[in-house]
């Protein structure tokens, strides 16, 4: 087990478990690994919210997957960046980081959407009742997921790009 002496070395970013991680992680491994952790989070979450409790008819609790969005991309810009820290990424390169990632997890969490929706018709009858436009099928719910899901991912990137792209002084 590694130990720390403060007293010698007072530089924390030099100490491996405070440091940003050496391993020589893709784009694509990086994009992927958070993709699916996002996944799995927003099916977690219409498990417990909109299937357990049947509490689909509150329209608002979609916020709660924008905030797991932004933590996803987050994470992956983080990981992605040579320093963990803002003004190190550069802008295009991030924004394809942070649109890859989001678009993993909306894509599969849509195709969840549309494989529950289809085993389990009150959900969607539940649906139908309680938003505005009405799904019409399963096939619909999903796509209005997905690009519910694609725009809001778009917007979150542009957002945490403003705070990771490298400055070009």
Sequence with gaps: MATYNLFNNKDLSSFKPFGNNDSNDTLF???LKNGLLITVLLIMRFIAFCSYSRILEINQLWVIN???????????LEEYSPTGKSDSIDYFEGFKVGLYTSSIAVT???AFIFIIT???ATL???AKASYFYGYTSSLTAACITLFEGLAAS????FCLMQYFKKNET
Excluded at 66 to 76: C, K, R, W
């Design 124 to 126: 969607l009858n539940t």
């Design 154 to 157: 778009l917007i979150i990137t």
């Design 29 to 31: 491994n990086i994009c």
């Design 66 to 76: 924008l905030f797991l969005l932004l933590m996803g991309v987050y994470d992956s």
């Design 118 to 120: 289809n085993f389990d």
């Design 108 to 110: 599969l969490h849509a």
